[in-house]
């Protein structure tokens, strides 16, 4: 099993930044690919960023490349989601997930944490 905690969430205004940090506990982190989705007030749960083991590939959603970026820092069992440039549409409840492989699909992932706020103000 694997756990997992986001943290790093807040309120900022558009054209900030924040950085999101997912903890992980259990199984060996290094052997998952890891995923960022975000889900809005009556929207379904979307992808934003993935990052497979190794940081070999990396795939991030339209809406949010060039703006953010994601990493993993192996040995402190930790992936981030840098984001800049913020927009509105950006507000949502931010999930990091684990999964065997690298995929977009949240069908894909195993392990899901519970998420942080994100809200972008005017």
């Known amino acids: 099993q694997v756990q997992l905690l986001e943290s790093g969430g807040g309120l900022v205004q558009a054209g900030g930044s924040l950085r999101l940090s997912c903890a992980a506990s259990?199984?060996?982190?290094?052997?998952?690919?890891m995923g960022w989705f975000r889900q809005a007030p009556g929207k379904e749960r979307e992808f934003v960023a993935a990052i497979s083991w190794s940081a070999i590939r990396i795939y991030y959603a339209d809406s949010v490349k060039g703006r953010f970026t994601i990493s993993r820092d192996d040995a402190k069992n930790t992936v981030y989601l840098q984001m800049n440039s913020l927009k509105q549409e950006d507000t949502a409840v931010y999930y990091c997930?684990?999964?065997?492989?690298?995929?977009?699909?949240?069908?894909?992932?195993?392990?899901w944490g519970q998420g942080t706020q994100v809200t972008v103000s005017s």
């Open positions: 259990g199984r060996t982190f290094s052997s998952y690919a």
């Open positions: 997930a684990a999964a065997g492989q690298l995929v977009v699909a949240k069908s894909g992932y195993d392990y």
